[in-house]
Nanobody, 124 residues
Framework: QVKLVESGGGLVQAGGSLRLSCAASGRTFSYYVMGWFRQAPGKEREFVAGISVGGESTHYADSVKVRFTISRDNAKNTVYLQMNSLKPEDTAVYYC?????????????????WGQGTQVTVSS
């Protein structure tokens, strides 16, 4: 079992930045591929970014490439999502998730553990 707790969400103006954190506890964090997903009202949960167990491989949705950066600190059992140049369409609840495969996956149903989510609201 892995417990995930997100933090760092909030209200920001368009063009601003936020840094989300996801702290993990339970089983060894470094065994898990980590992902960030988001879900806006009335929309399906969508992949934002993912990172391999050692951090050497990252993947991003086209909509956030260049603007967002995922990273992890295995010593701190934490994964981060640095979000720059935020847009109103980035408004959503952001979730971190963990999965135990060898590669970064982008489908929400491929992830085993989820946090409770943190709200990000970008005003225009």
């Amino acid at each position: 079992q892995v417990k995930l707790v997100e933090s760092g969400g909030g209200l920001v103006q368009a063009g601003g930045s936020l840094r989300l954190s996801c702290a993990a506890s339970g089983r060894t964090f470094s065994y898990y591929v980590m992902g960030w997903f988001r879900q806006a009202p009335g929309k399906e949960r969508e992949f934002v970014a993912g990172i391999s167990v050692g951090g050497e491989s990252t993947h991003y949705a086209d909509s956030v490439k260049v603007r967002f950066t995922i990273s992890r600190d295995n010593a701190k059992n934490t994964v981060y999502l640095q979000m720059n140049s935020l847009k109103p369409e980035d408004t959503a609840v952001y979730y971190c998730a963990a999965e135990s495969s060898a590669v970064v996956r982008s489908k929400w149903y491929e992830y085993d553990y989820w946090g409770q989510g943190t709200q990000v609201t970008v005003s225009s």
